[in-house]
Structure formats: structure tokens, C-alpha cells
Nanobody
Framework: QVELVESGGGSVQAGDSLRLSCAASGRTISRYVMGWFRQAPGKEREFVAQITTNGDSIYYADPVKGRFTISRDNAKNTVYLQMNSLKPEDSAVYYC?????????????WGQGTQVTVSS
């Protein structure tokens, strides 16, 4: 069992930046592909970004390419999502997840989510 706790969300203006963190406990995440999803009101949960166990490969959804950066610190059992040049359409609850494998969108464990609100 892996427990994930996201933090770092908030309310910002368009063009601002936020850094989300996902702290894991229960097991080391070093053996897992990790990543982020988001869900806006009335919409399905959508994939955002994914990172391999040692961080050597990263995969982004098209809407966030060039603006978001995923990273991980296995020593701290934490995954990060740096979000720059935020847009109102980035507003959503952001969830961290332990993926079943690379370039899959199936998640074994979810966090509780952190709200990001971007106003224009």
C-alpha cells in the first residue's frame, strides 16, 4: 500500500507559477512510474505527466508541454509538478498517482488531490 499526499495548490493569476508536491509513504516510490492527472468540474480526469523510476524519461500531455515540468526525488519519496505560465483552463484538482507501467494511464494508487485555480 502506498499513501500519497499532494500539496502546493492554490489560487493564482494567469501567467503565474505553482509547484505541486506529492509525498509518498508506506513504500518507497523508487520502483514505480509516477505521474499526475487533473480533473476539472464536469470533466473526466485527464492525464498530465508521467516520469520513469529514475527520471530518465518523461511524458507530457500536449496541453501542458513546454509549461509543466515533472520531477522526482526518490530519496525524499516525493514527486513534483512545476507549473509555469498557468492558464485558466489549467484550473482543476490535481492528483498524484502510482502508475502500473510506463506510458499506461492505469493507476494503482491515488492521492486525495490538490486544487489549482487560475483566474484571468
Amino acid at each position: 500500500q502506498v499513501e500519497l499526499v499532494e500539496s502546493g495548490g492554490g489560487s493564482v493569476q494567469a501567467g503565474d507559477s505553482l509547484r505541486l508536491s506529492c509525498a509518498a509513504s508506506g513504500r518507497t516510490i523508487s520502483r514505480y512510474v509516477m505521474g499526475w492527472f487533473r480533473q476539472a468540474p464536469g470533466k473526466e480526469r485527464e492525464f498530465v505527466a508521467q516520469i520513469t523510476t529514475n527520471g530518465d524519461s518523461i511524458y507530457y500531455a500536449d496541453p501542458v508541454k513546454g509549461r509543466f515540468t515533472i520531477s522526482r526525488d526518490n530519496a525524499k519519496n516525493t514527486v513534483y509538478l512545476q507549473m509555469n505560465s498557468l492558464k485558466p483552463e489549467d484550473s482543476a484538482v490535481y492528483y498524484c498517482g502510482v502508475f502500473t507501467g510506463w506510458k499506461t494511464h492505469t493507476v494503482d494508487y491515488w492521492g486525495q488531490g490538490t486544487q489549482v485555480t487560475v483566474s484571468s
